[in-house]
């Protein structure tokens, strides 16, 4: 039915790596950037991946879930009657971490299950009837978007000014994806 990203769709990644890349590089990659990969002048993007991945493994439980975005997953779980589905690029070496961020954040407000995919596509990792996702990467977009319905991107500096696919929906936040489920049930 509708599955969903973690990073910057429930969780709040950006503050955290911009602290940690800010402390280990003395350069702020700032809450605006307009490209999803980070490029630090004399770092190679293995660098960058790498600082990256330390970052949240070390930093993941400091990161706060994006406002409202439990409260609408909550809805959501009521509204479809099954558990959400989280698929993540995160790397599978980031399982305990992301497992106990979402033990702490969501308790047992819904049921989830999480699918790490190590940066590979999205789309072999889905449900079998998932119809929506969404997500704020544009590598992810674009991807999603042949295979499905409708992909809901959330509205960041490093999709604003990327050509969306047809089939794309721009929201802020996920309280229009609730309304939308709710429409459809
Ligand atoms: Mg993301």
Redesign the pocket.
Known sequence: MIEF?????ITD?QEIVRLGILERTGYDITYDRQTYYVQIEGLTNKDIGNMVFEILLKDTKKMKAIPGAIESLEHIAKLIRRPIGIV??RREKLREVTADWMAYNIKDRFKYHLVFTNGDSKTPHLAKDTRFFV???AE?IKDLSKQLDNIFV?NRGWNENMLLPKNAIRVNDLKPVARFISKMM
């Open positions: 990203d973690l990073d910057d769709v990644c993540t690029s997500d704020d990467n992810n959330i």
